[in-house]
């Protein structure tokens, strides 16, 4: 028996060392298989990025509110109730109570401009999203999401280099 034992310890050893070699090689496998995917991912944000810095030319170019912040949308909304007042207020009858009424709206609409224009300037210098359209949102998430598939990939490639070893 002690023979036996002795025959299969070189064997075991040896079975046990190709496994280990086994699963070095399986788990470079998978981290190179993992870069891979990230590398997939990270083409397809890219191409994203592309396709919504378009979109964010092209509805600057036209005017289109997507390329309009929350912000900047308000003060848009604000600036078009005062010209409805405006309009209001030169039909009415000089006098008339309609007139009073639709002046105190016309000045609580200019305040509310004021109030709107100090919030998007605020925004847009603390960086705030709300001071940033829709469309360009939408190129801010994509750039980060590049920058995660890069660090994905860097990490990847640490992977591949410690299994190696």
Known sequence: ???LVKGLVPVVAL????????GQSSAVKEDKAQM???EAAM???KEQLKK??????TDTKSGKMA???KDAEKVYKDQQAIKGQQKDIAQD?????????????LQREKEQLTKDQKALQADTKS????????DAEKVYKDQQAIKGQQKDIAQDKANIKSDTK
């Open 1 to 3: 028996m002690k023979r």
């Open 15 to 22: 079975c046990l060392a190709a496994g280990v070699a086994f």
């Open 36 to 38: 891979k995917a990230d």
């Open 43 to 45: 083409k397809r944000e």
């Open 52 to 57: 919504d810095q378009k979109a964010l030319q």
């Open 67 to 69: 390329a309009e912040s």
């Open 93 to 105: 009858k000089a006098g008339s109570l309609q007139m009073k009424s639709d002046k105190a709206a």
């Open 127 to 134: 960086g705030k999203m709300a001071a940033e359209s829709k």
